[in-house]
């Protein structure tokens, strides 16, 4: 008999941002089986949380005092347990998640899911496709203490298992709205394909020409698109794909 497909929506807490912070939080539900699965554990790690990351998600150092590490906890080896390329993984901005579970040795064979790039794709005029922003644009909070009951789950903002929780009914309305802009196509994998194509960024939104459209920089002041492409090393990949297609349209 054929096993299930899974569907793992996560997200983890971390001491900061940059190249040598580590998870603090891995928190993770499993979808797919006859009983959702709910993993939420906090872990100890070599590297002191910045105060900028407590502002963010309240965990303090007495909080992971003692903790397992994130690879010794039972969250992190059922997560490897799941990692085969049947499996979906859901995050909202992967590439965030996926390089910290990465310093921990986890690379994923799952199907891909980022929920951030699908917004964007499906939703490209909203002012923000931040989590929180969506949880009350859509009225998600009205529907969280219900669901999280069922699931024995706090809400928090910015806590792992909060956010969890909050994406699952996030994903629930993207996969209605990616159903209907994509008809006749199947809603999961089409999230997955989104996730994989790079976003036409339409407007600046930063820099002198804040506000305009790419493609009237590109008829009136493409010399500064250029240079963009040549001199700014922390271009992200979606704005040096927009620009090379202004460029080239």
């Known amino acids: 008999m054929p096993s299930r497909k899974k569907y793992i929506i ?17 928190g993770y539900i499993v979808l797919g089986a006859p009983e959702i699965e709910v993993h939420n554990e906090f872990c100890s790690c070599d590297t002191e949380i ?23 906890t039972t969250a992190y080896k059922r997560l490897q347990e799941l990692n085969t390329n049947e499996n979906y993984m859901i995050i909202h901005n992967a590439p965030f998640d996926l390089g910290m579970l990465e310093k921990e040795g986890f690379k994923t064979q799952m199907k891909v899911i980022d929920t951030l790039r699908v917004a964007k794709h499906v939703l490209p005029d909203e002012e923000a496709h931040r989590l929180q922003y969506f949880r009350y ?3 998600l909070y009205k529907e969280e203490d219900k669901e999280a009951d069922a699931l024995g789950i706090v809400v928090k903002a910015h806590d792992a ?3 969890v929780l909050i994406l699952k ?17 199947n809603p999961v994998e089409k999230m997955v394909d989104l996730t994989a194509t790079p976003i036409l960024v339409k407007t600046f939104r930063f820099g002198k020409h804040k506000g305009k459209a790419l493609e009237e920089v590109a008829r009136e002041d493409a010399g500064y698109l250029r240079w963009m492409l040549s ?14 297609h202004v460029l080239g349209a």
């Open 137 to 139: 644009k859509m009225d």
């Open 10 to 26: 996560l997200d983890t807490e971390t001491t900061g941002t940059g190249e040598n912070d580590k998870v603090i939080q891995l």
């Open 231 to 244: 001199s700014m090393d922390n271009l992200d990949d979606d704005m040096r794909y927009s620009i090379n």
């Open 50 to 72: 910045n105060f900028g990351a407590m502002e963010v998600h309240g965990i303090t150092p007495d909080m992971i005092e003692g903790k397992p590490t994130c690879q010794e």
């Open 161 to 163: 298992i909060g956010d």
């Open 169 to 185: 009914l996030f994903l629930s309305k993207l996969k209605d709205i990616v159903s209907a802009e994509f008809p006749g196509q």
